[in-house]
């Protein structure tokens, strides 16, 4: 049901009127109805990804990795929508990273899973295996393992703060970042 005002013509200047719609031939009073309000504009589609990710509880930083090679993939395309392309185009990025840019294998990993991610999560695309992707190799490591001497002597040279953090990442088996996150009242000094 819509609700009318009825306004004297010269109670409502031109200005105030602006944004409303005319229901009256100019001889009558003003019988003006305000506009509906636009609707929401559709959220962009980096948005949609971000509220994908919060939703399903990953870290920030999974969520900053993510849309940077979401955006990095939009941008080696020529901005082209993410809908209008396919495997083959997730295939020539991804093997672009291994060949021109000569990333890791992880890194390439990362980029398949923020693009299967993407198309799974985000625009509800099931995309079929992609095999004729050039993979970056792996390096062959070798595990180092310090001798009891030689991690004395790399302790010995350090002093405070970082000794004491060496001292848990090699004693208690602690990531540099969890580590680095530790507060005073989180670290036992009782000898």
Same mark, same amino acid.
């Given at each position: 049901?819509?609700?009318? =005002?009825?306004?004297d013509?010269?109670?409502?200047?031109?200005?105030?009127?602006?944004?409303?719609?005319?229901? +009256?031939?100019?001889?009558?009073?003003?019988?003006?109805?305000?506009? !509906?309000?636009?609707?929401?504009? /559709?959220?962009?589609?980096?948005? =949609?990804?971000?509220?994908?990710?919060?939703?399903?509880?990953?870290?920030?930083?999974?969520?900053?990795? $993510?849309? @940077?090679?979401?955006?990095?993939?939009i941008?080696?395309?020529?901005?082209? @929508?993410? +809908?209008?392309?396919?495997?083959?185009?997730?295939? +020539?990025?991804? !093997? !672009? #990273?291994?060949?021109?840019?000569?990333?890791?294998?992880?890194?390439?990993? *990362?980029?398949? !899973?923020?693009?299967?991610?993407?198309? =799974?999560?985000?625009?509800?695309?099931?995309?079929?295996?992609?095999?004729?992707?050039? /993979? +970056?190799?792996?390096?062959? $490591?070798?595990?180092?393992?310090?001798?009891?001497?030689?991690?004395?002597?790399? #302790? *010995?040279q350090?002093?405070?703060?970082?000794?004491?953090?060496?001292?848990?990442?090699?004693?208690?088996?602690?990531?540099?970042?969890?580590?680095?996150?530790?507060?005073?009242?989180?670290?036992?000094?009782?000898?």
């Open positions: 049901m819509l609700r009318f =005002r009825t306004y013509a010269g109670a409502v200047s031109r200005s105030t009127a602006i944004g409303l719609l005319y229901l +009256a031939p100019a001889s009558a009073p003003w019988i003006l109805r305000e506009a !509906s309000p636009p609707p929401p504009p /559709r959220p962009r589609l980096l948005d =949609r990804v971000r509220e994908a990710i919060r939703t399903r509880h990953y870290s920030r930083r999974t969520e900053k990795a $993510y849309v @940077h090679w979401i955006r990095r993939f941008f080696f395309h020529d901005k082209r @929508h993410p +809908a209008e392309m396919g495997p083959a185009e997730i295939s +020539a990025f991804l !093997s !672009s #990273l291994a060949v021109r840019d000569k990333v890791a294998a992880s890194t390439q990993n *990362q980029a398949l !899973s923020a693009l299967l991610f993407l198309y =799974r999560d985000v625009l509800d695309v099931d995309l079929p295996w992609l095999d004729d992707v050039v /993979r +970056a190799k792996r390096p062959q $490591y070798l595990p180092v393992v310090l001798t009891r001497e030689e991690t004395r002597a790399v #302790l *010995q350090l002093t405070g703060v970082p000794q004491i953090m060496a001292l848990l990442l090699y004693g208690a088996g602690l990531r540099l970042l969890e580590c680095c996150r530790l507060r005073v009242k989180d670290v036992d000094f009782a000898t």
